[in-house]
C-alpha cells in the first residue's frame, strides 16, 4: 500500500525506511509547517500532519506534493546506492594509500636496519 510518513529524522516511502537528509537530497524543498513534526498521507485516503501538542491537522486527502514523494522512490534508492559505491570505492582507495604507505614505511626501515648492520659490519672487519 501507497503512502508517505515523516516523523523526527525518519522518512518512511510504502513500508520502506529511509533517512530525512537522503529525502532531502532528491526533494530539497520539504519541509513540514510550523508546528508540525510529522505528517502521514496515503493517497486519497488522508493526509494529516502531527503537531507538537500531539494533535493532528487533517487535511485534504489529495496532496500533489506526496503522491511525487510516493513516485520518487525509485530515484531515492538509486541515490543511496550511489553514494553506497561511491563510499566504497573511497575506502578501497583509502585503503591502497594505507598499503603504499606502510610497504613505504617498512621498505625505509628495513633499508635503514641493512645500513646500520652494513656500517657494524665495516666495524668489525677493522
Known amino acids: 500500500m501507497e503512502f508517505f510518513s515523516h516523523l523526527d529524522d525518519k522518512v518512511v516511502i510504502s ?6 537528509s537522503d529525502f532531502m537530497k532528491i526533494e530539497p524543498n520539504y519541509s513540514l509547517p510550523d508546528g508540525a513534526i510529522g505528517v502521514f498521507y496515503r493517497p486519497g485516503e488522508r ?3 502531527i503537531m507538537k501538542d ?3 491537522i487533517n487535511e485534504s486527502a489529495k496532496w500533489i506534493d506526496g503522491d511525487r514523494y ?3 522512490i525509485n530515484d ?3 541515490l ?3 553514494e553506497n559505491i561511491e563510499n566504497q570505492k573511497r575506502k578501497e582507495e583509502i585503503e591502497k594509500i594505507k598499503q603504499n ?3 613505504k614505511a617498512k621498505t625505509k626501515m628495513v633499508e635503514k636496519e641493512l645500513r646500520e648492520y652494513f656500517r657494524n659490519e665495516k666495524k668489525y672487519q677493522k
Do not use: C, H, M, V
Open 15 to 20: 513500508g520502506e525506511s529511509f533517512n530525512l
Open 54 to 56: 500531539n494533535y493532528q
Open 101 to 103: 604507505s606502510d610497504a
Open 76 to 78: 531515492l534508492k538509486i
Open 70 to 72: 510516493i513516485g520518487r
Open 80 to 82: 543511496i546506492e550511489d
Open 47 to 49: 493526509k494529516y500532519y
